[in-house]
């Protein structure tokens, strides 16, 4: 069974840094592209960040773009994604998806993602 394992998230001060880490079993993640999405109470599941599978390329949402970046590890099955200048308003659960789409407008939509994790929640105190 297809699992996808996300850990790191945590309390920090606004301006703080923390890294996310999505870790694959029963999946090859370079096989996949990798999306971050995150919730917070009451809003949609926002689109964060995807990498493709077929090339590597990253994409942000407006919100993170220049703060977040995103890296996969294909040895160890793992993504990351690395915050900097954390802002109250990045406060949500986030969660890694995978899919095999290489096209990026549906890797910007939760609903096209096929595995996801259980979530891990990063709060932001200002």
């Known amino acids: 069974q297809v699992q996808l394992v996300e850990s790191g998230g945590g309390l920090v001060q606004a301006g703080g840094s923390l890294r996310l880490s999505c870790a694959a079993s029963k999946l090859t993640l370079e096989s996949y592209s990798i999306a971050w999405f995150r919730q917070s109470p009451g809003k949609e599941r926002e689109f964060v960040s995807a990498i493709r599978w077929t090339d590597g390329d990253t994409y942000y949402g407006d919100s993170v773009r220049g703060r977040f970046t995103m890296s996969r590890d294909n040895a160890k099955d793992t993504v990351y994604l690395q915050m900097h200048s954390l802002k109250p308003e990045d406060t949500a659960v986030y969660y890694c998806?995978?899919?095999?789409?290489?096209?990026?407008?549906?890797?910007?939509?939760?609903?096209?993602?096929?595995?996801w994790g259980q979530g891990t929640q990063v709060t932001v105190s200002s």
């Open positions: 998806a995978a899919d095999r789409t290489i096209f990026i407008s549906i890797m910007k939509k939760w609903q096209t993602f096929d595995y």
